[in-house]
């Protein structure tokens, strides 16, 4: 005689319904926040020279082209002259790649932060570390802390502003996705809209052929653009930092990347040793105090 069929069943289920939890219980869970679980390195996560990077033995590092003074030189981000040059190899010896096993790759400034999985290890672009951003995004420890500035050409009404109402009126302009348009929408509050372009290039060629009053970028590339490229141009002042933490820049990494632990401890450990500072003051050293605007 054949075993029962409802005892067999029971059997069956009852061993079926073990073994599913038990799976369920060693999956992974989703997490709310997907850099949270790469808040610190663990074991050997970030064996020098190791990591799981996009090409084994090698870190590929990101920016946008052209690569503008003073965080890169000469438009040549491998040559290691400029300030996120010097910070990309810095960051990359401390994670225990030499200055041959770094790869650069041109990636446009918006591409770098947009949701979607990314062909770099990490990009370096003056991209300001924020809660929008790190929705889509892994960012690093800040690199660089920075206010945005803004530029207008010499004698006109906009070089004559002295606060932030004396901007209202104006025609402003700065490059899309920046914190540099979010300063002119959100603080300024401009009664004509914003300017937006591409490229820092355009909106510099905007002020000079006077198709905008002045335009905002961040303070060291105010002083390079007023002091090499747009020699008639004058610092009109900078914005305070809105809300009680700075701006600061962070290298940007894939969404719940594995690296973010590694890159961010290796950022630390050069905020730490005061290598970051002799960095900043190497390179963008003429970027001193300009007017704050209130």
């Known amino acids: 005689m054949h075993p029962a069929p409802r005892a067999l069943r029971r059997a069956v289920a009852a061993a079926s319904i073990a073994l599913l939890a038990t799976a369920v219980g060693c999956?992974?869970?989703?997490?709310?926040?997907?850099?949270?679980?790469?808040?610190?390195p663990t074991g050997n996560a970030c064996a020098k020279g190791k990591l799981a990077t996009k090409t084994s033995g090698k870190l590929t590092v990101a920016t946008d082209e052209?690569?503008?003074?003073?965080?890169?030189?000469?438009?040549?981000p491998a040559n290691g002259k400029g300030f996120e040059s010097a910070v990309a190899y810095a960051v990359a010896?401390?994670?225990?790649?030499?200055?041959?096993?770094?790869?650069?790759?041109?990636?446009?400034?918006?591409?770098?932060?947009?949701?979607?999985?990314?062909t770099f290890d990490f990009d370096i672009n003056q991209v300001s570390i924020s809660a929008e951003r790190k929705k889509a995004v892994d960012f690093s420890?800040?690199?660089?802390?920075?206010?945005?500035?803004?530029?207008?050409?010499?004698?006109?009404?906009?070089?004559?502003?002295?606060?932030?109402?004396?901007?209202?009126?104006?025609?402003?302009?700065?490059?899309v996705?920046?914190?540099?348009?979010?300063?002119?929408?959100?603080?300024?509050?401009?009664?004509?809209?914003?300017?937006a372009y591409a490229k820092n290039d355009q909106a510099k060629s905007a002020l000079e052929n006077k198709q905008v009053d002045a335009i905002v970028v961040d303070l060291p590339t105010a002083f390079y653009i007023t002091a090499a490229e747009v020699t008639d141009g004058t610092i009109v002042g900078q914005f305070e930092n809105q809300g009680g933490t700075p701006e600061q820049?962070?290298?940007?990494?894939d969404k719940g990347s594995s690296l973010t632990s590694c890159v961010t401890a290796a950022v630390d450990a050069l905020r730490k040793d005061g290598t970051l500072a002799e960095l900043e003051q190497q390179w963008l050293?003429?970027?001193?105090?300009?007017?704050?605007l209130k």
């Open 285 to 292: 050293s003429d970027a001193v105090d300009a007017p704050v």
């Open 27 to 40: 999956a992974p869970q989703p997490q709310d926040d997907a850099s949270a679980k790469a808040s610190a």
């Open 249 to 253: 820049f962070g290298l940007v990494l």
């Open 141 to 175: 420890s800040g690199y660089y802390d920075v206010r945005q500035a803004v530029i207008a050409l010499k004698g006109t009404k906009a070089a004559k502003a002295k606060s932030i109402a004396d901007l209202k009126g104006l025609k402003l302009g700065a490059q």
């Open 93 to 118: 010896k401390q994670l225990g790649y030499d200055r041959s096993a770094v790869v650069w790759q041109s990636v446009p400034f918006n591409k770098a932060f947009a949701p979607g999985e990314k």
């Open 177 to 195: 996705g920046t914190t540099s348009l979010n300063y002119i929408q959100d603080v300024v509050k401009p009664t004509q809209e914003a300017a």
């Open 66 to 76: 052209p690569a503008y003074e003073p965080w890169f030189k000469d438009d040549k």
